[in-house]
């Protein structure tokens, strides 16, 4: 069983940037793929970004295509969601999710293990 803790929100400035971590506990990443999630006040969770940990694959949502990157420390175990250019409508709850196997999958209902989430607020 792999646990998940996210750490690195807080208030942001709209135009900065930020740095999101997850760090698993329990067992280590491997074989696994990591998925960031958001959900803002009265929407749906969605996909943010991904990344397989073993050949250090990604995929992003179109929507923060450009400005986010997700990355992996083999040495600590933990993955990393940066942004910049942030914007107000990036104000959401941010997830780690983790789930076996190769695909980069960006649906929710694939994802068996997930953090607690990290509140990101962006003000303008």
């Known amino acids: 069983q792999v646990q998940l803790v996210e750490t690195g929100g807080g208030l942001m400035q709209a135009g900065g940037s930020l740095r999101l971590s997850c760090a698993a506990s329990?067992?280590?990443?491997?074989?696994?793929?990591v998925g960031w999630f958001r959900q803002a006040t009265g929407k749906e969770r969605e996909f943010v970004a991904a990344?397989?940990?073993?050949?250090?694959?990604?995929n992003y949502a179109d929507s923060v295509k450009g400005r986010v990157t997700i990355f992996r420390d083999i040495a600590q175990n933990t993955v990393y969601l940066q942004m910049i250019s942030l914007k107000a409508e990036d104000t959401a709850i941010y997830y780690c999710?983790?789930?076996?196997?190769?695909?980069?999958?960006?649906?929710?209902?694939?994802?068996?293990?997930w953090g607690q989430g990290t509140q990101v607020t962006v003000s303008s």
């Open positions: 999710a983790a789930r076996g196997g190769w695909h980069l999958s960006v649906s929710t209902h694939e994802y068996d293990h």
């Open positions: 329990g067992r280590t990443f491997t074989n696994y793929v």
């Open positions: 990344i397989n940990w073993n050949n250090g694959g990604t």
